[in-house]
């Protein structure tokens, strides 16, 4: 219990240390911090699963959800307001999670992966082939609202910078809470024992079907998010690379704890952001030697790290 206040201390510290930099650091900066954040958001969705035994190569689909239903909303409905697109988008993505969620999981390994996979592609290409979404090119998300106040320029992108922060700190706690409940210990057990779990008269099909959601709805409003950060949405939030690139972070960060993925996404946006000015031909290859080094010395992630030192404190 202990532990999981310290935590919840961390988190609540960690949110408002950002919040305050956000007023005195560079816009380019508060860009990718933004999206790395946001991003990281659908890690935790990626992070979940992994943590119950699945791996998802194809939350980009939940993630394209989100920032589908915000720039479609915008267009199409008239909605201008921040919180009722991220609403909006949760709705849509839980929504498609819940009729899906039926069929994966029933299956798991390999074949959880493949059919998470195929369902992004499916849309995918379903995108590609819409005129009226902007096929290939996607189109440009409007200009939010936040309870009517309508900034514009800088004031835009710090709103835009600190509703990041302060609704990712607000899922980080809830997934913290999550992850130390009755609920987030038997999906550990899942992964450790399916047998056993169901001998104590637990279903862990539905455990992981709840687990499904979760994750649906948290990637959600990470796509949510980055459209708001980016104004544009594309068919490349639902490609297989992006929801690779998820995964790498989810093996970058480790799965021990819930600020994991945000300091693996942030990292990262960061060694990618450099990468690409000082070898833009090869920065692929400068990210693949990075996972490379993080399997073999590792294997559990950086947070593993953090997690030696306490042991060795202790």
Same mark, same amino acid.
């Given at each position: 219990?202990?532990?999981a ?21 560079? *816009? ?22 992994m943590?119950? $035994? ?12 989100g920032?589908?239903?915000v ?7 008239? !909605? ?9 988008? =949760? ?9 899906? $969620?039926l ?25 590609v ?18 309870l ?23 899922l980080?706690?809830?997934? *913290?809470r999550y ?9 550990? @057990?899942?992964?450790e ?13 539905? !455990?992981?079907?709840? *687990?499904?959601?979760f ?17 544009? =949405? ?5 490609f ?8 790498? !972070? ?14 693996? @996404? ?19 290859? !400068? ?5 490379? $080094? ?16 306490r042991?060795?404190?202790?």
């Amino acid at each position: 219990m202990f532990k999981a206040e310290k935590t919840e201390v961390w988190l609540i510290a960690a949110t408002l240390g950002l919040i305050v930099a956000g007023f005195v650091m560079p *816009n380019w900066l508060a860009f990718i911090l933004t999206l790395a954040i946001a991003k990281a958001l659908v890690v935790q969705g990626v992070v979940m699963q992994m943590r119950a $035994g699945l791996v998802s190569f194809g939350q980009g689909l939940f993630f394209c959800i989100g920032g589908y239903s915000v720039g479609m909303g915008g267009a199409f409905l008239d !909605i201008h307001d921040v919180f009722v697109l991220l609403g909006l988008g =949760v709705a849509v993505a839980v929504a498609a999670a819940a009729v899906l $969620g039926l069929l994966m999981t029933r299956y798991r390994d390999i074949f959880f992966a493949m059919l998470s996979l195929a369902f992004s592609m499916i849309l995918y290409g379903l995108i590609v082939k819409n005129p009226a979404l902007g096929s290939t090119d996607g189109f440009n998300v409007h200009a939010p609202t936040f309870l009517g106040w309508a900034p514009g320029g800088e004031d835009q992108k710090l709103a835009l910078f600190v509703l990041t922060v302060v609704v990712a700190g607000v899922l980080a706690l809830a997934l *913290n809470r999550y992850l130390r409940s009755g609920l987030g210990g038997v999906s550990e @057990a899942i992964k450790e024992n399916e047998i056993r779990v169901e001998f104590l008269g637990l279903s862990p099909r539905w !455990i992981l079907y709840a *687990n499904y959601l979760f994750a649906a709805g948290i990637s959600a409003v990470g796509g949510a998010l980055t459209a708001f950060a980016t104004g544009h =949405v594309d068919p490349e939030m639902a490609f297989w690379t992006t929801s690779g690139e998820f995964v790498f !972070i989810a093996l970058l960060g480790g799965t021990a704890h819930v600020a994991a993925p945000f300091i693996a @996404a942030v990292l990262f946006a960061l060694v990618r952001t450099y990468a690409l000015e000082l070898a833009p031909h090869s920065w692929q290859m !400068i990210l693949g030697f990075v996972l490379l $080094g993080i399997i073999v010395f590792l294997p559990k992630g950086l947070w593993s790290l953090v997690a030696g030192k306490r042991r060795a404190a202790a």
